[in-house]
């Protein structure tokens, strides 16, 4: 919303009458008022946002962590569930799953890349914010104490004209009328001349409140992201600690025995049987899986029970059935890395020219307050006439 860049040329009817100077005076510093008030309004808003926008911005770095644990976690999944596709019974299921999360990191990889390029501008963003928070609470006590003195100048300067219209026609009267719109041509050029300034820094301060407020919402999405991605890493953790068991169970060693041969003792040099030597067949779950062992078939079908005992179990934990949450907030971040790009043009900007702008609101202050005295002068000669 923009505010007019000038103040109303059409002189009142009151001005067309006595003290017509004073009246458009008064006209004058009542719209300087609101606009001082609109200013105080906005910038008090825009420091609010600010204040949110540092705190809510503190998440992006949890927010590249996470990204980096889900992009290692979905790492893991797929090189697991390359491991575990040579199980017969499950090798179509982790191909296509291994396809699917490969499709699936992606967008996160790119996603990646766009969290990392954010956390290398929000440092200096922050404390961008955190340096201009007490020059605005400066603005801010500097407005509220112009507003008071325009108040009191709008009182005083009514006052002082109710006071002079009731008067009966005198030269007194005239004498008074001449005084406060001699005052009123001097103060008015003034009171305009600064307002023309005022709202050039309302309208801009306007705009930057209205990015703020965009980019406080784009910030405050990156709670909804985080929710997104844990949402994921609930399914994949899980999944990732059963792989890993099966990727485990891999890995045993079966032992069988097959047959064997006496023991045979000697004594006194004479050979005699005096016990049994057992022969075993070792081989890892993933040698007997992958097959091609040189063992006879009562052999291989003494490997394969032993297998199945320890494997099927594991396998019957596994699921591999499962559904991604989606993460539409991704999105986020380009958006995000846009606006906090023109940040400084945008938001700070505007501001900082405020700021800089404060001598002349310390000069319109004293200004009104001399203006105060020499009305509150005509106004004190006003009321000794009514004695």
């Not at 899980?238 to 891999?250: D, R």
Request: hydrophobic share 40%.
């Amino acid at each position: 919303m923009a505010y007019p860049t000038s103040v109303n040329s059409q002189i009142t009817d009151a001005t067309a009458m006595s003290m017509g100077q004073a009246n458009k005076l008064l006209h004058d510093v009542s719209t300087t008022e609101s606009n001082t008030a609109k200013l105080e309004a906005d910038v008090k808003t825009l420091d609010q946002d600010l204040q949110t926008i540092n705190s809510d911005l503190a998440i992006s770095k949890t927010i590249n962590s996470e990204l980096n644990n889900l992009d290692s976690a979905l790492n893991e999944a797929i090189q697991l569930l390359e491991v575990v596709s040579i199980i017969p019974e499950i090798g179509a299921e982790a191909s296509e799953l291994k396809t699917t999360l490969t499709a699936f990191k992606k967008p996160i990889d790119e996603a990646l890349t766009v969290s990392n390029d954010i956390e290398k501008i929000v440092s200096p963003i922050r404390n961008t914010i955190e340096k201009v928070e007490p020059q605005v609470k400066k603005v801010d006590e500097i407005l509220l104490k112009l507003m008071n003195a325009e108040n009191q100048f709008i009182a005083t300067l009514g006052s002082a004209i109710q006071c002079i219209n009731a008067l009966p026609d005198s030269t007194i009267k005239t004498d008074l009328e001449n005084q406060i719109d001699a005052s009123a041509t001097t103060v008015d050029p003034v009171v305009l001349k600064f307002d023309s300034v005022q709202v050039q820094l309302l309208n801009a301060i306007n705009s930057a409140e209205e990015k703020a407020e965009d980019l406080k919402h784009l910030v405050m999405g990156l709670v909804s992201l985080q929710s997104q991605i844990n949402a994921v890493m609930n399914v994949l953790n899980p999944l990732i600690s059963e792989l890993n068991a099966v990727k485990n169970v891999l890995s045993h060693t079966i032992r069988v025995p097959y047959g064997g041969y006496p023991k045979i003792c000697h004594k006194w040099g004479v050979p005699y049987p005096c016990g049994w030597h057992t022969v075993y067949f070792s081989f890892s779950v993933e040698q007997i899986i992958k097959g091609g062992l040189s063992v006879i078939g009562p052999v291989m079908d003494l490997l394969n029970k032993a297998m199945n005992a320890i494997l099927q179990p594991i396998l019957k934990a596994l699921h591999l059935n499962i559904s991604m949450p989606s993460i539409p907030g991704l999105s986020i971040l380009n958006d995000l890395t846009t606006e906090l790009q023109t940040f400084s043009d945008d938001i700070i900007a505007p501001l900082n020219n405020l700021i800089n702008q404060l001598n002349v609101f310390d000069g319109i202050y004293n200004d009104i307050e001399n203006f105060i005295t020499e009305v509150e002068k005509i106004n004190n000669a006003c009321t000794l006439q009514h004695k």
